[in-house]
Structures are given as structure tokens and as C-alpha cells.
């Protein structure tokens, strides 16, 4: 972690060393070199909370006088490859949170780690209950038999059946528990994730690419009636279309959230399908974000759908379910 003699700063202070990080600096990992008082140096490496004060990653705030510095670097922001960079179960909530954001429902109520959530009964995602605690059953405060009256009561007072939305595998025993008490498994999906360095740049000949802030009349009606649209909405995305003489016949929408570019709706009209739409929606949809990991959901049933990931680049990161209550 030593600054070597190429990385010592030229900017001086009145004392003759590197000046001091300042106000602009605040949040960025530095690098430093302390001249301690009985001689020699040390070197301390972490997040600047002010001019004269480090966060290690172990959590403790090093104080320092400024005046010490003899040397400083920032040190680049390294953002981890899709999938990787921390324990599996904190990656499935980071990616979960993200998806969960960019696809909001019109009511979210947190409940001893559970986050239930309601619209309207549009989409398994925004109406069910979501794990946001530790495993097995990421509850804080509550028995699980407690907790599930809790839900089956918040559903049925919004006329909703209660779905359980339910990352694998380390709510597998969640599931299992769930399983026993018959409740039906509605839906299974892979969540893919891929670099966004990876995506080749497409370009269709005789294709011209539309590009919207909104889910506009010709991009929805590519996938005929969608109830979503409200939910889409609410969450600031990009909206691409690829039209053949005038008519949009592919379509796709992606989102930003923190390190995540989340991509959704990519669908082809059935008679144009197999032409390298799909894979041209993606390389235009990737195109407009300036995030480095991609992420997107598909059923496991799909196979045409995933081979299509698959050839570009995305990767299953893990699988989630929804179990109905029959």
C-alpha cells in the first residue's frame, strides 16, 4: 500500500510537502503518507470523512493533522465485474434491491424484514412479499408463522392473493417451509448478469433506431396491452425501438441504479423474431448508460430468450421463485 517515490504529489505547502486533500476530496479513497513526529513516516489508506480524518475499511476513523501530510494519492474507484466482488447472499439483495427499484410498486411497507408490496395486482414483482432480511427467513423480530399471518392479513385487506417472492438459494429453507404448507410455485426465473464492455456494438441495415424518455403509444403497442406501463413510469429510464419502414417492431427498456444498468420489456414482434433484433436492441440499449454491470430477468422456460443472453455474455447469477397461496 506504500506510496512509492513516483506516486509523491508536487503540489507543496508552506511546510514544504504535498498540501493537503481538501473539502472536494471528501468521500474518495485515499492514499497517505504521514511524516511522524519522532521521524520516519506511515502510511494509512481509506475513505477521507474530512481533511484531517480516514475511515478504514475495518471501520476505524484515523485522525490526523493535515500539517503531517507528506505525501497523498486518490486511489480509482475499482468497480467489480457483474456477479462478483462480495458474499453471494449480499450480491442476490444488492442485485434484488436494484431490479426491485427500477420496477417500483405504488405501495412498499417494510415488516420485521419482509418488504411487502402492492399495486393494484400488476406483476408478481410489484405485488409480493420480498425477504429483505438475513436468511433462512430474513426476519428481524417476528416467528414465521407470525409473520406469515402478517402478510396473508396485509393482502387480503387489498383484495390481493399473497405471493411470496423468494431468492435462491439462500431462502431455500423459506421455500421449503412455504412448499409444506402447499403454497404453489407460480413463476421461476433466472436473474443474468453481464459486463457492459462485453456487448458488441450492432447495427441493422434497413432498421432506424428510436430512442424515448417514456413508454410512448409506439413502443408499448409492440407488446400489445401492458398493465405496466404506470409502474415503468414512475422510475426514469430509456426507452428503444427499432423500426422497419415506419412500423416499431422491437422494443426495450433500461434503467440505471447505482452500479447496475437494469434491462426490461425487451420483446420482437413474433413475424420479425430470428432477424438479430433482440441482439441489436441490446447493443442500443447498452449504448445509452454509462454503468458498467447489466443485469435482466428471463424465465427459466424461456430457452430462446436465454440462448440469446447467453451468446451475449450474460451469465445466471441465481435464480428467484414466486409461490402463490392455493
Known amino acids: 500500500m506504500s506510496l512509492s517515490e513516483s506516486e509523491v504529489g508536487t503540489s507543496a505547502s508552506p511546510h514544504g510537502h504535498q498540501a493537503a486533500p481538501d473539502l472536494s476530496h471528501v468521500g474518495s479513497r485515499v492514499s497517505m503518507r504521514l511524516r511522524e513526529p519522532s521521524g520516519g513516516y506511515r502510511d494509512i489508506l481509506g475513505i477521507l470523512e474530512r481533511p484531517s480524518a480516514i475511515r478504514r475499511r475495518s471501520g476505524a476513523l484515523i485522525e490526523f493533522n493535515p500539517d503531517d501530510i507528506w505525501a497523498w494519492r486518490l486511489v ?30 405504488s405501495e412498499i411497507t417494510d415488516q420485521a424484514g419482509w418488504r411487502f408490496r402492492s399495486n393494484g395486482g400488476v406483476t408478481n414483482r410489484a405485488n409480493s412479499i420480498r425477504p429483505i432480511g438475513l436468511p433462512p427467513y430474513g426476519l428481524t423480530e417476528m416467528e414465521l408463522d407470525e409473520a406469515i399471518e402478517l402478510a396473508l392479513q396485509y393482502y387480503r385487506a387489498r383484495a390481493l392473493p399473497p405471493v411470496f417472492h423468494i431468492s435462491l438459494p439462500h431462502f431455500q429453507d423459506l421455500d421449503t417451509y412455504l412448499e409444506k404448507l ?57 426507452y428503444v425501438g427499432l423500426a422497419k419502414d415506419g412500423l416499431v417492431v422491437g422494443v426495450g427498456r433500461i434503467s440505471q441504479y447505482e452500479d447496475w444498468a437494469i434491462i426490461t420489456r425487451l420483446f420482437v414482434l413474433p413475424e420479425y423474431r430470428g432477424q438479430g433484433i433482440g441482439a441489436a436492441l441490446m447493443s442500443a440499449l447498452v449504448q445509452q448508460i454509462d454503468v458498467k454491470k447489466l443485469a435482466l430477468q428471463v424465465t427459466t422456460d424461456n430457452a430462446a430468450a436465454i440462448a440469446l443472453y447467453q451468446r451475449l455474455k450474460f451469465r445466471v447469477h441465481h435464480n428467484y421463485r414466486y409461490r402463490a397461496m392455493k
Open 76 to 105: 480509482p474507484k475499482v468497480i467489480p465485474k457483474a456477479g462478483t466482488g462480495a458474499p453471494f447472499s449480499m450480491r442476490v439483495q444488492e442485485l434484488e434491491q436494484a431490479i426491485e427499484a427500477t420496477w417500483p410498486a
Open 182 to 238: 402447499n403454497w404453489q410455485i407460480t413463476i421461476e426465473s433466472h436473474v443474468m448478469v453481464a459486463d457492459t464492455e462485453d456487448i458488441p456494438i450492432i447495427e441493422l441495415a434497413n432498421f432506424d433506431l428510436h430512442i424515448w424518455e417514456s413508454p410512448v403509444a409506439a413502443w408499448a403497442q409492440v407488446q400489445g396491452v401492458n398493465l405496466s406501463l404506470e409502474i415503468m413510469a414512475r422510475y426514469p429510464s430509456t
